[in-house]
């Protein structure tokens, strides 16, 4: 992390000392009398208006000999300061030069003295001082010294530093100095006080999720749905939570199929693979009008080009025979309800949940919870779906909010985010 460039940085402090006011040593008219502003010895104030005037000037060579004749002659605390801060000018200036098409690698180690004096030295100015301690802290950070970084970090914090990154970096040093926990937490008061910069979120979902913190994971990348809800968000959530060769959750096919609904509703399906696999897997648990559906809203969309694949083109072929073979749902809709379980009742509201038939789906699903027998975390979940199709929002959510087991209280937890948070872009 570079977290100010080096021709950003020697340009401020080029500026600071275009604004140094240095002049000889003033004296009390009255005996009880404190001079006003600083103090400099006669022979540091001469050296720094040398060296002040070279900076300005860029003639780094003659601003060289200055400095050091500041700080030869410097004696007191007034006189340190100032010779200091010319040398970090100075230093600044040069690594600015010495980076200039590099992409701003720089050394930091001339950087190091200087700032260390700067940040002890009693006469540091107030508002100078948060900045000397945040530009130490991210050497420290960069040099993975992790404990010198959260205390400078937490010193620019605490002398109102307005630096935008400091509380994510301040976070960060937490975590990767071993405490995890006091980092997270950190983090935790950042997006609980208001929508903060997308690192933030991205950072805890893979903190979370390299602890193996799945829960904590889930609700990162509910967070960062919540803050930017947009269609590359969810499915890039999504497609992390689920469909990742190393997914925070492993699904089954029922349960990929619930994900890749969600995605379809949220605008997320990328691209021709996506719908291909959602369409296979519909039809591979028996429902044909939800692929022929999901086929013909990729080619509207245009992420299926064309006819599609060979396997497209095939699931075309046997979604519409099975469709015509099954006509209508009444036969089964009759033995479900005679029926002593609800199992039959689940499948058949499956059915007319693929075919978009979403007030049927949901008295079915309602029979099969009340007959019992079910996996009532997945029809719940169903029903969760259906209600939220159809329009019944606040009914939805108290669907969802009966799934209690993982990954499927998971899945619930990301549709009723969508709910309140469906996609901007």
Do not use: C
């Not at 540091?124 to 420290?140: C, G, N, Q, V």
């Amino acid at each position: 992390m570079k977290s100010i460039s080096t021709a950003a940085l020697a340009a401020a402090m080029i500026a600071g000392a275009a604004g140094l006011s240095v002049a000889p040593p003033a004296f009390a008219k009255k005996k009880e009398e404190a001079p006003a502003g600083p103090q400099y010895t006669q022979a540091v104030a001469i050296a720094a208006n040398k060296a002040k005037t070279a900076l300005l000037a860029k003639d780094l060579a003659t601003a060289e000999a200055a400095v050091a004749e500041a700080e030869g002659a410097a004696k007191t605390d007034d006189d340190k300061y100032i010779a200091t801060f010319l040398r970090y000018a100075l230093v600044s200036q040069k690594i600015a030069d010495a980076s200039a098409g590099t992409n701003g690698a720089f050394d930091p180690a001339p950087m190091i003295a200087p700032l260390d004096a700067l940040i002890v030295n009693p006469k540091t100015p107030a508002d100078m001082l948060p900045k000397f301690e945040y530009s130490r802290a991210t050497i420290a950070y960069d040099a993975k010294d992790w404990a010198r970084a959260i205390r400078l970090f937490q010193q620019a914090q605490q002398h109102g530093s307005t630096e935008p990154n400091l509380a994510l970096y301040l976070a960060k040093s937490k975590v990767q100095g071993g405490d995890a926990a006091g980092g997270m937490a950190d983090l935790e008061k950042l997006v609980a006080a208001g929508k903060q910069p997308e690192d933030i979120y991205k950072y805890g979902i893979a903190q979370s999720a390299a602890a193996g913190l799945k829960p904590q994971t889930v609700t990162w990348l509910k967070r960062w749905l919540v803050a930017y809800p947009t269609a590359k968000t969810w499915r890039d959530a999504l497609g992390y939570y689920g469909l990742t060769q190393n997914p925070v959750a492993k699904l089954d096919k029922r349960q990929t199929i619930d994900l890749f609904r969600l995605m379809r509703v949220t605008k997320s399906l990328p691209d021709q693979d996506y719908y291909e696999e959602y369409a296979q897997k519909v039809m591979d648990v028996g429902l044909p009008d939800e692929t022929k559906a999901v086929i013909a809203e990729g080619k509207a969309l245009g992420k299926i080009p064309g006819a599609g694949s060979s396997n497209i083109q095939a699931l075309v072929q046997t979604s519409n025979a099975q469709i015509a073979a099954e006509g209508s749902f009444a036969g089964l809709e009759a033995k479900s309800a005679s029926s002593p379980t609800g199992a039959l009742s689940s499948q058949t509201g499956d059915a007319y949940l693929g075919r978009g038939d979403y007030a049927k789906a949901i008295g079915l699903y309602r029979q099969a919870l009340a007959k019992g027998g079910v996996n009532n975390d997945e029809v719940n979940t169903h029903l969760g779906i259906a209600l939220a199709l159809s329009g019944d929002k606040a009914a939805a959510k108290t669907a969802f909010a009966a799934v209690t087991t993982p990954p499927r209280s998971d899945l619930a937890g990301f549709w009723m985010t969508w709910l309140d948070n469906p996609p901007t872009s």
